[in-house]
Nanobody, 120 residues
C-alpha cells in the first residue's frame, strides 16, 4: 500500500517562508503527478500546485510568484517552497499523488495533511 508522509508545516508570520516536504513509499511503478492541495477553514479543498513526471508544473493564481513546487532527486518526493506567506495561505496542506502500481494505473493517494498558519 502506498503512503505519503508530509512534514514542514507550522506557524509563521506574514511575509515569512515555509517548506513542505512529502515522500511516497510503497509499490509504485511510476509516479505520474505529485501535488499539494490546501483546505482553509470553512472552504473547499483546492489545488495549490502540481508537478508531473515530465517536469510540467501548474499553480493556482493566488500563489504564482510566491510558491515553487519541485520534485526531489528521490523521484517519489515533492517539495513546496512557500515564500511571502499571507494570512490567507493558512490551512491544512495535503500532499497528493497519482501513480501506477502495475497492472493498476492512475491510482490516487493522499497524505494526512500538515497545518500551515500564517499570522498577520
Amino acid at each position: 500500500q502506498v503512503q505519503l508522509v508530509e512534514s514542514g508545516g507550522g506557524l509563521v508570520q506574514a511575509g515569512g517562508s515555509l517548506r513542505l516536504s512529502c515522500a511516497a513509499s510503497g509499490m509504485i511503478s511510476s509516479m505520474n503527478i505529485m501535488g499539494w492541495y490546501r483546505q482553509a477553514p470553512g472552504k473547499q479543498r483546492e489545488l495549490v500546485a502540481a508537478a508531473t513526471s515530465g517536469g510540467s508544473t501548474n499553480y493556482v493564481d493566488s500563489v504564482k510568484g510566491r510558491f515553487t513546487i519541485s520534485r526531489g532527486n528521490a523521484k517519489n518526493t515533492v517539495y513546496l517552497q512557500m515564500n511571502s506567506l499571507k494570512p490567507e495561505d493558512t490551512g491544512v496542506y495535503y500532499c497528493n499523488a497519482v501513480y501506477d502500481s502495475l497492472p493498476a494505473r492512475y491510482l490516487e493517494v493522499w497524505g494526512q495533511g500538515t497545518l500551515v498558519t500564517v499570522s498577520s
